[in-house]
Structures are given as C-alpha cells and as structure tokens.
C-alpha cells in the first residue's frame, strides 16, 4: 500500500487549472492548423487565423485563452493499492482549485446556488469524478468546461428501436441547434450507454481524449470519422460565419446499458478543449 499526502493532490491541482487554462493541448491545435489547411473561404480562414493568433498569445504570455476560464472538472484516477492519507480528499482537490483560480488571476464563475445565484468567489466547488483503477498511482486531469459550449449540450434517452440511425440524427440535431453559440470550431463528445447520468459522464469523457487517438472498437472510430464529416458539411463554420470547419474532432465513448435502452449524450465543447494531466 503506497501512500500519498493530499497536499499533493492540491499543489498539482492549482498547476493544472493554471497550465490547463494557459496552454492549449498540441492535439487540438493541430486539429486547428490542419482545418485551416483545408479552408478557402476569406472569413473562415481570418477567424481560423485569430484564434491560432489567441492561442499562441496565450502560450507566449501565459494568460488565459479566452475570459471563461471554465467550472473546474477534476477527474481522478485512483489506485487501489493508493492510500490517500494527510485530510480530505475533496477539501484538498477544491483547495487547489482556489489556489490556482487565484493565482492564475482566472475568472471565478461558480456560483452557490443554482437558483439563487451569488458568487463563491474562489470557483470552487470542483466537479469532482473519482474512478478505482489498479496500480498504487493517481492520474489527475483537469478539464475547465466553459458554459457557453456546455449550454449547448443535451441528452437523450432513446429506445433501442431508434437504432444507429436514431443516434446518427441527434449528433446532426444537437450541433445544428447550437450553431454559432458554442464558439465553433467545436469539438463534440458523445456518450452511448449507461445510465441517464453514466451517458453524460461518458460524453465529458470523451471530450478528456485527444483528438488524434481514435475510439479502438473500427466500428465507433467509423462512426466518429463519418459524423465529423457530415457535421463540417453544415456549413455553420468557424464562428458560425460559413466554412468548412464546424467541428475539428468528434469522441465517443460507450458501455454496456440495460435491454430497453440506448442513452445517448452530446458535450460540446469550443476550440478551447482544455485539459491537462499528471500522474501522481
């Protein structure tokens, strides 16, 4: 049994939501070049052009890519054979948090109360994912979700009369109803299976891998090459102006769901898919 202080956990936190917020993933940016590549419309390739311009910005000046620096996502990977020793574990994830929000100088965008609104002025608490996995390490990632792109994501529980074709549709529905909203170019995580709740969970997942490693199962790397295409043949374009490039990736990931379902989620995220690891 290998232990592990939870400060540590909160000084690789409060870096994450710093480098993360800072330093866009070379995947996505890569995404972003490659799309402009591929671009022969005037205003589509000047909106490509600023945001490579943003991004490179924000790398040589170490400031944030853009003013929504997002609710803190945590995802953590926890071995078995880890003992977490030295206080609590959620305190110390939503400590680094605050250290880093505070730190960063990063826009605090969570607020107390859904309803009844007001600021908890640190950005925490964290949306925190906990997963048992082997081994005596701890993998954290850090994705910082902005909500322009979250408010356009959705859910649906279909029956599994609705088939792939079913699944096909919503994909194209839930990008086409978002439109310039989400920022485009958009990266689109899908979960299939599950639960109401495992179905979105796999969604954000999918928006954590990066764009250049396909699903391993042919059939859903398939289908997510297939969906990519017919996304970016909509026509919505980079800031909703016209264009090739819709979406510059498209994940999915699935699991097993009960007979009478097939619940199928759509995370959208803006080019600004942000996520940062580290192993502990």
Same mark, same amino acid.
């Given at each position: 049994?290998?232990? %592990?202080?939870?400060?540590?956990?909160?000084?690789?936190?409060?870096?994450?939501? %710093?480098?993360?917020?800072?330093?866009?993933?070379?995947?996505?940016?890569?995404? $972003?070049?490659?799309?402009?590549?591929?671009?022969?419309?005037?205003?589509?390739?000047?909106?490509?052009?600023?945001? $490579?311009?943003?991004?490179?910005?924000?790398?040589?000046?170490?400031?944030?890519?853009?003013?929504?620096?997002?609710?803190?996502?945590?995802?953590?990977?926890?071995?078995?054979?880890?003992?977490?020793?030295?206080?609590?574990?959620?305190?110390?994830?939503?400590?680094?948090?605050?250290?880093?929000?505070?730190?960063?100088?990063?826009?605090?965008?969570?607020?107390?109360?859904?309803?009844?609104?007001?600021?908890?002025?640190?950005?925490?608490?964290?949306?925190?994912?906990?997963?048992?996995?082997?081994?005596?390490?701890?993998?954290?990632?850090?994705?910082?979700?902005?909500?322009?792109?979250?408010?356009?994501?959705? %859910?649906?529980?279909?029956?599994?009369?609705?088939?792939?074709?079913? $699944?096909?549709?919503?994909?194209?529905?839930?990008?086409?109803?978002?439109?310039?909203?989400?920022?485009?170019?958009?990266?689109?995580?899908?979960?299939?299976?599950?639960?109401?709740?495992?179905?979105?969970?796999?969604?954000?997942?999918?928006?954590?891998?990066?764009?250049?490693?396909?699903?391993?199962?042919?059939?859903?790397?398939?289908?997510?090459?297939?969906?990519?295409?017919?996304?970016?043949?909509?026509?919505?374009?980079?800031?909703?102006?016209?264009?090739?490039?819709?979406?510059?990736?498209?994940?999915?990931?699935?699991?097993?769901?009960?007979?009478?379902?097939?619940?199928?989620?759509?995370? $959208?995220?803006?080019?600004?898919?942000?996520?940062?690891?580290?192993?502990?």
């Amino acid at each position: 049994m290998r232990e %592990i202080e939870v400060s540590r956990l909160t000084e690789v936190i409060e870096r994450l939501c %710093i480098e993360a917020n800072e330093h866009l993933p070379e995947d996505v940016k890569d995404a $972003i070049k490659t799309c402009r590549a591929c671009e022969d419309g005037k205003i589509a390739k000047g909106v490509l052009d600023n945001i $490579i311009e943003n991004y490179e910005i924000a790398d040589r000046e170490n400031v944030p890519i853009c003013q929504d620096t997002g609710m803190a996502c945590v995802f953590l990977e926890i071995g078995q054979d880890v003992h977490l020793v030295g206080g609590d574990l959620t305190d110390a994830v939503n400590e680094g948090v605050r250290r880093g929000y505070d730190k960063g100088y990063l826009r605090k965008s969570v607020v107390k109360d859904p309803v009844r609104r007001g600021n908890t002025g640190d950005n925490t608490p964290a949306m925190i994912y906990t997963e048992i996995v082997p081994g005596d390490q701890v993998k954290v990632t850090v994705g910082p979700k902005g909500f322009g792109s979250e408010n356009m994501s959705q %859910i649906r529980m279909f029956k599994p009369s609705a088939g792939l074709q079913g $699944i096909k549709d919503f994909i194209l529905e839930v990008v086409e109803t978002a439109g310039p909203n989400p920022c485009p170019p958009m990266v689109v995580g899908v979960g299939i299976g599950g639960t109401f709740d495992k179905c979105a969970l796999l969604a954000k997942k999918a928006l954590m891998r990066p764009l250049d490693i396909q699903n391993p199962d042919p059939f859903y790397a398939d289908l997510e090459k297939e969906m990519l295409e017919k996304i970016n043949r909509l026509g919505i374009g980079p800031q909703g102006f016209g264009g090739k490039t819709t979406a510059i990736g498209l994940n999915i990931e699935t699991m097993p769901t009960h007979i009478a379902g097939m619940p199928c989620a759509v995370n $959208i995220n803006c080019h600004v898919t942000r996520h940062k690891s580290e192993v502990i």
